[in-house]
């Protein structure tokens, strides 16, 4: 995301301010929403839907969207950590 | 419904474009995009759940999948919810 804001910043000279935020505020509620989208998918709780969400499910649901973002951090951490030592992505791969 | 969609990107003769208009535009067609996808993820899910054997008609499933897509809602809300709470506890953290 952040190659394309700043190549169509390039692109078009001097981008409005107003709209360059816009378009930075716009991004981030679209990851969110993407990211709820998907969540809601992966961490579904049910077997058979029933006539309303009960505190276990719900309960599963927020678990699991905490143990996502976990799971997300720990990945980023990691592969920063690694990186260090034995590059996984080499240079040659943006050539 | 033709014109609403951008035809006029807020040129009104002008010559030059409104970046107000633009925006109210952008965000119009992204809460569309929003839309569709809940749409298709509730209706994938909510077939899987409720159709077993896809038979001549829908009859005995509907009301399966009337209450698959309440609780597709309470679920998506839940889930905004807690990723939301999260966000902050972690902006709190920084």
């Known amino acids: 995301m952040d190659s394309s804001s700043s190549s169509s910043a ?6 409005d301010p107003q709209l360059q935020h816009f378009i930075e505020v716009e991004t981030q509620k679209q990851r969110f929403q993407q990211l709820v989208h998907q969540m809601t998918e992966l961490c579904w709780c049910m077997d058979k839907p029933g006539p309303k969400l009960d505190s276990r499910a719900e309960a599963c649901f927020v678990n699991c969207v905490e143990r996502f973002i976990d799971t997300s951090q720990f990945i980023l951490n990691r592969l920063e950590q690694t990186q260090k030592s034995k590059p996984v992505f080499s240079e040659s791969l943006s050539d | ?24 535009q952008v965000k119009v067609q992204i809460a569309v995009a929003n839309a569709q996808e809940l749409l298709q993820r509730m209706t994938d899910k909510c077939f899987r759940k409720c159709i077993g054997k896809p038979g001549g008609s829908l009859d005995n499933s509907e009301q ?6 309440d609780r597709y809602m309470d679920a998506w809300n839940t889930v905004s919810r807690a ?9 709190a953290n920084m």
């Not at chain 1, 390039?10 to 981008?15: F, P, Q, R, Y």
């Not at chain 2, 419904?1 to 109210?24: A, N, T």
């Not at chain 2, 399966?64 to 897509?69: G, H, L, V, Y």
């Not at chain 2, 990723?83 to 506890?89: A, E, G, K, V």
């Open chain 2, 64 to 69: 399966c999948i009337a209450m698959c897509m």
């Open chain 2, 83 to 91: 990723y939301n709470s999260r966000l902050q506890r972690e902006r």
């Open chain 1, 10 to 15: 390039a692109g078009l000279g001097a981008v």
């Open chain 2, 1 to 24: 419904m033709e014109g609403g969609f951008g035809s006029d990107f807020g040129g009104s003769g002008s010559g030059k474009l409104d970046p107000g208009l633009i925006m109210e």
